[in-house]
């Protein structure tokens, strides 16, 4: 078997009067994250993670933030295409671990609407996922609110060629 790690980051400014998508839920708060696309930083992340580790270089090559078929689009659909690039080259996922950071609002009371959203988008176990939250804080960007980061790893492996 063939084994392959991945690692993805990616981050979104904080605004006012912006919708916050995150792990392909809507969650209710006075500032959303800020991008070409619905902004869903922790959905970015992970498909950063998984074309790295497939080797398909990374989100922005695929998904362009100057092509208006990508303008509002929401992350899910991108994500679906990732699985599907790497579906393609032979490769399942094994596992994904995700970091948010977030000053506020508190994510703990959606991570479990998060799994589910994603595991059925991905079509893999919920406990195949780990979403975790943390603060800054209250240092640099995201301790001051100004924007949101997310890290994510992967494992993907494919069956070996003998």
Known sequence: MKIRVGFGFDVHQLRDNCYFWLGGIR???HKGAYGHSDAD???HAICD???GAANLRDIGFHFPDTSEEYKNIDSKILLRKV???ITEKGYSIQNIDTT????SP???PYIAEMKNILSQT???EEEDISIKATTTEKLGFVGR????AVYACVLISKPSNN
């Open 41 to 43: 930083v922790l959905i």
């Open 49 to 51: 993670a998984l074309l």
């Open 122 to 124: 991905m079509g893999i």
């Open 27 to 29: 969650i209710p708060h």
């Open 83 to 85: 699985i599907q690039l």
């Open 106 to 108: 508190k994510i703990s």
């Open 145 to 148: 609110e100004e924007g949101i």
């Open 100 to 103: 948010i950071c977030l000053q």
